[in-house]
């Protein structure tokens, strides 16, 4: 069984960055592809970005291209999104979630991933 920590979140001003983790336990296998997804209430939960851990691979939500970056250490199995320039509009909670390779046309499905983190809150304040 594979289980997702995720830390680093917090509150920051508009312009700002954080770095988000994702530590996970369990078999490499069952997390080939890492990602972020954030939600805010009410709304649905919005992928943002995916890492596949073999080909090192990323794909990015449009809104934060060239904000944020994601990341991986394979030899510690841990993800890692740092976003900078930080807006009002990235305020959510924040999840890492995980699964064994997913295709690209899947990878903004929650259901394309079998693991789920807790959520980390991040807020960024005008």
Known sequence: ??????????????GGSLRLSCAASG??????????FRQVPGKER????????????????DSVKG????????????????MTNLNTEDTAVYYC????GIILSSVRQERAYRYWGQGTQVTVSS
């Open 97 to 100: 979630a995980a699964g064994p």
């Open 27 to 36: 078999g490499t296998g069952s997390t080939e592809s890492m990602a972020w």
């Open 67 to 82: 904000r944020f970056t994601i990341s991986r250490d394979r030899a510690k199995n841990a993800a890692f999104l740092q």
């Open 1 to 14: 069984q594979v289980q997702l920590v995720e830390s680093g979140g917090g509150t920051v001003q508009t």
């Open 46 to 61: 919005e992928f943002v970005a995916v890492i596949w851990r073999r080909e090192g691979r990323t794909y990015y939500k």
